[in-house]
């Protein structure tokens, strides 16, 4: 929503304004506000009452894991385009635990919150009911569908294929995964699309070579070294996302496994971790910001009362850097 | 209060349940518990009492910069201190800006909080009346006091000079800064201590040497880049924190400058980025752990009716890796 401010040629704060009712604005300034939200598709009249109606303005983003970067930058995403129109993002960290994720529903409810847009880890499609018997719109930013929820998710194809070309060019055969771990919801998408593409490749991803354990770094150097132990040994090994990879690099380092002469790494996110480390990893950028303002988009379309349910696609894209091939 | 439920020898949930009555507990486990939370000072009472009297059960915890890992590691250790307590920490982003500071405190008064915990800014003193006026008790994690807030502080006057016997013994002798913006509350607190300690070892600091910026990895580039152009040229860089520190990284790695072997570079915090980079960053450990739990005690003391003002001190400490002398 700083695409109105900026339609419109006046301050985010004038917008708010506006919107809010809150301080008085010229008429000429009105209008030329009014027109640039009906121009980008919103009708304020219908947000701003949303609002009044003894609705909170703070949206909750519910998310697994507050030291992975990534969440850290859509939260800061989704906060600048929801703040033009008054509302203000509060993060919640469930630690991907479903009683915690739970909890924080319950708590969007009670406290009567404009919107929740969440990662759901452990959750199922029945705990949100709460929500949407409160009538409170949910976005929901996964990898598969969840509900009738709508929805901001990864196009990936085109990025895997990508990656799995560099790795099979780089000579690799044995390919692995530290995937996420059984008990999550939908499984681990990741992993599923990364089989269906590999089989295309010609390289199968049997399940001896597949590992699971938490989005966490220590998972990623236990998973690593489990990996480490099968004959013949993997090549290559992608991880569920960056924070993963990068204890997987913590083990390389510890086992005096050259990373990427002996074994390819591929990570998931390109979170701001990912370009800190040497060698700097190769991943599949999920572009957090995208993703951030795809999601106010689609919470304010719901406080603008769109009523039919809707999935954004955001495009990955494979970035090479220097843990398939050494690189710059 | 992790703590009670290990002193008590029983589940967190039990705790918790017996706290706010919301299952029953077998009277001995009841017993058990509410000795284990006497034991460590708090009343069980009061602080359930002052959670059913309308107020809500979330605490905010209101930070500058979520991207910096620091915020992220200190509201995983506040929430886990405090959720046993079956309060929930929401996570606030004010991007260092003061009309965001503000608008979070609203928000806390608006929606009855339990509490705020918070790393002030550009907030001025003033600013908190919204809070105390509304009986919402707030801890301050910041290098000065502020107001009559309960305060979480470092004392990191030995870490100081540890790092500054490094620096001296390593033969540097033009030491710089990049410090935190002008108008941030209070100055920059770091920058007075490495001032003062810096004359103990014969080694000025002048307002030429030093420069300022916001507290992030690009405003880190620009500052080391003005401090290179100094001569003769600074050979130590001292930072306001570790996100300051590896924007200065990327800097030197730009221009050709070798760290160490040119310019010495010293963080502050510990955040998880710091032992990430190559070399690793030689910092001052600020533990974001510790923290949090000071700020969770203080929390639950005031909602148990304390009305003293209060201060803990948490010890920071120097960490010798690779960016002030070869390291491992």
């Known amino acids: 929503m700083a695409d109105v401010a900026q339609a419109a040629g006046v301050s985010s704060a004038t917008v708010s304004y506006v919107i809010s009712g809150k301080r008085p604005v010229a008429e000429h300034t009105r209008r030329v506000v009014e027109k640039a939200i009906a121009d980008l598709g919103f009708s304020v009249n219908t947000v701003a ?51 915690e994720e739970r909890a924080f529903l319950r708590e969007a409810v009670q406290q009567r919150f404009a919107g929740v847009v969440i990662t759901p880890f452990r959750l199922v499609a029945k705990d949100f009911l709460v929500l949407s018997e409160a009538g409170i719109p949910a976005v929901v930013s996964a990898d598969l569908p969840f509900g009738d929820n709508d929805l901001v998710t990864p196009d990936a194809r085109a990025a895997i294929r990508a990656a799995l070309t560099e790795v099979t060019e780089a000579g690799r055969r044995h390919i692995a995964m530290v995937a996420g771990p059984r008990d999550a919801t939908g499984g681990d998408p990741r992993l599923n699309l990364l089989r269906s593409l590999a089989a295309q490749f010609g390289t199968a991803l049997p399940g001896r070579l597949v590992v699971r354990g938490e989005h966490t770094r220590e998972a990623g150097a236990v998973g690593f070294e489990r990996l480490m132990r099968i004959r013949p040994r993997p090549d290559a090994v992608f991880c569920a996302n960056d924070v993963v990879a990068i204890g997987a690099m913590d083990k390389a380092e510890e086992l005096g496994i050259d990373i990427p002469g002996d074994v390819a790494l591929i990570g998931h996110d390109d ?45 990955a894209e494979f970035i090479s850097r220097g843990t398939v091939r050494t690189g710059p």
Chains 1, 2 share one sequence.
């Open 49 to 99: 009452r949303s609002l009044r109606t003894g609705r909170s303005s703070i949206v909750a983003l519910v998310v697994p894991d507050l030291s992975n970067p990534f969440f850290a930058q859509l939260a800061a995403s989704l906060q600048e385009e929801l703040r033009v129109l008054g509302l203000h993002v509060m993060v919640c960290d469930t630690k991907a635990d479903r009683e």
């Open 271 to 315: 979170a701001s971790f990912a370009s800190l480390v040497r060698p700097r990893l190769t991943t599949v950028r999920y572009p957090a910001a995208d993703v951030g303002k795809a999601a106010a988009r689609l919470l304010i379309e719901r406080l603008d009362g769109r009523s039919v349910r809707r999935t954004v696609h955001v495009k």
